[in-house]
């Protein structure tokens, strides 16, 4: 079984700054995805990254970008030109099976961005 | 696009009667659903996957008796939780794989229903 890791349960930093949420995951696979999901107040879950394991390079998207180090097995999110609307909780996700298995959770980063 | 919603949003039932969640993925056919379920302040949990036309699968410690799965569409799956008890109140979110979509492998999540079991 895989288990995802994250060692920090709030964060808080000022707008415009950047900020790096870390995330550990563990598994025996080699066919795996990786997310990074956002749950702001409302609960309603927002994709805001993904990586495919078998990638080297790291996804971006926007002010958003990935640390991907495999033989690591560490997964961290940057968030550049942090805004207020990025408040929220952020999860890291594993799926397995080639990205076909359901999610595996981290327990969460709630991510407070200061005016 | 890759919109899911969920039915109903919030729900209040009394202990011992059963209650139906429906999940639709609404631009996009989902031949596979899961189902989570999230405690307050507290991670999101996978209960079951749910496949159109077969039987679900459940992880380790969910009662399939308890929580009934069915995916009788490909745009549908149905939970149904069972003689609800007052430990069975949570916030359950299901999403849906868009197979065809830009990676095959997003899944995109309804808004949730808040259960409360009195």
């Known amino acids: 079984a895989q288990t995802v890791t994250q060692s920090q349960p709030e964060m808080s930093v000022q707008e415009a700054e950047t900020v790096t949420l870390s995330c550990t995951y563990d598994?025996?696979?080699?066919?795996?995805?990786l997310f990074w999901y956002k749950q702001p107040p409302s609960r309603q879950m927002i994709l805001v990254i993904r990586?495919?394991?078998?990638?080297?390079q790291n996804a971006t998207e926007n002010r958003f970008s990935v640390n991907f180090q495999k033989a690591a097995k560490s997964f961290s999110l940057k968030i550049s030109d942090s805004q207020l609307g990025d408040t929220a909780m952020y999860f890291c996700?594993?799926?397995?099976?080639?990205?076909?298995?359901?999610?595996?959770f981290g327990k969460g980063t709630h991510l407070i961005i200061q005016p | 696009g890759a919109v899911v919603s969920q039915h109903p949003s919030r729900v209040i039932c009394k202990s011992g009667t059963s209650v139906k969640i429906e999940c639709r993925s609404l631009?996009?056919?989902?031949?596979?659903m899961f189902w989570y379920r999230q405690f307050p302040k507290k991670s999101l949990m996978l209960m079951a996957t749910s496949n159109e036309g077969s039987k679900a699968t459940y992880e380790q410690g969910v009662e399939k008796d308890k929580f009934l799965i069915n995916h009788a569409s490909l745009t549908l799956s149905t939970l149904t939780v069972t003689s609800a008890h007052p430990e069975d109140s949570s916030f359950y979110i299901c999403?849906?794989?868009?197979?065809?979509?830009?990676?095959?492998?997003?899944?995109?999540f309804g808004p949730g229903t808040r259960l409360t079991v009195t």
């Open positions: 598994t025996s696979e080699s066919n795996y995805y």
């Open positions: 990586q495919e394991a078998y990638k080297q």
């Open positions: 996700a594993f799926s397995g099976g080639g990205g076909a298995d359901g999610l595996t």
């Open positions: 999403s849906a794989r868009d197979s065809q979509g830009k990676s095959g492998v997003e899944q995109y």
């Open positions: 631009d996009f056919q989902a031949t596979t």
